[in-house]
């Protein structure tokens, strides 16, 4: 009897001293890698002990320091490249291997349209990109060709416009193609003006021959008066 109780004690002892000197600090640290894979960057893993636990919580602390930071320097990087696609004057749209478009800025918004609601993830055969601008998209990415200044013929709002595209392929970070980048900008007032350049030199063509015209006529007509 007394053996037993010796030994009860010894395995209660046991159990105790295992449990506070690993299970709770090894649930501490599962807790915390729990919290860290779920994205919460902000949990601190603590050690009370100077022990290897201490050791290993100093390093998944500083782990988490560095992703922390790498996180925000994304973040940076993400709101700088929102930054230039909110401000670049060209549209810009990027369809998937289904035909689905994924990002569009503003300027595109303006250009052909895509304004009146959220076009992500609309299949371009559903009438949000024009079909002038849809063939030349959809046959770039099927035929694995780039476009490169294609001027393209669009009307929106009872209006004619001009655009100037270009498609780009669009791969991942492993080289795997994901897409294509399409690349416009309305060219429809800088055609006019080309236009009305073309015609204003005509005119003046035209005037240089009438007054030629003129003095040889008027040479003659004075000699006969």
């Known amino acids: ?49 100077e022990d290897e636990f201490s050791e290993l919580a100093s390093a998944f602390n500083k782990m988490r320091g560095n992703l922390l930071n790498r996180e925000r320097e994304l973040l940076q990087l993400s709101h700088y490249n929102n930054l230039i696609l909110e401000n670049v004057r060209s549209g810009i749209i990027t369809i998937n291997l289904e035909l689905r478009i994924t990002t569009y800025n503003p300027a595109a918004e303006k250009i052909i349209g895509l304004e009146k609601k959220d076009f992500r993830g609309t299949h371009i055969k559903s009438g949000s990109l024009p079909g002038s601008l849809f063939n030349l998209i959809g046959e770039s990415l099927n035929k694995d060709v780039q476009v490169t200044g294609e001027e393209v013929r669009i009307t929106r709002n009872g209006m004619d416009l001009i655009l100037f ?24 007032r800088v055609r006019k003006l080309e236009e009305k350049l073309v015609i204003s030199s005509r005119l003046a063509a035209l005037g240089e021959m009438a007054a030629g015209v003129a003095h040889q006529i008027r040479n003659p007509l004075g000699v006969m008066k």
């Open 165 to 188: 595209l270009s498609t780009s392929p669009l791969f991942s970070r492993e080289g795997q193609k994901i897409g294509i980048i399409a690349i416009f900008e309305d060219i429809t």
């Open 1 to 49: 009897v007394s053996t037993l109780l010796i030994l009860s004690l010894a395995l209660l002892i046991a159990m105790i001293f295992y449990r506070v000197t690993f299970f709770r600090p090894f649930q501490n640290l599962l807790k915390g890698v729990h919290k860290i894979s779920l994205g919460d960057l902000h949990y601190h893993f603590q050690a009370p002990a």
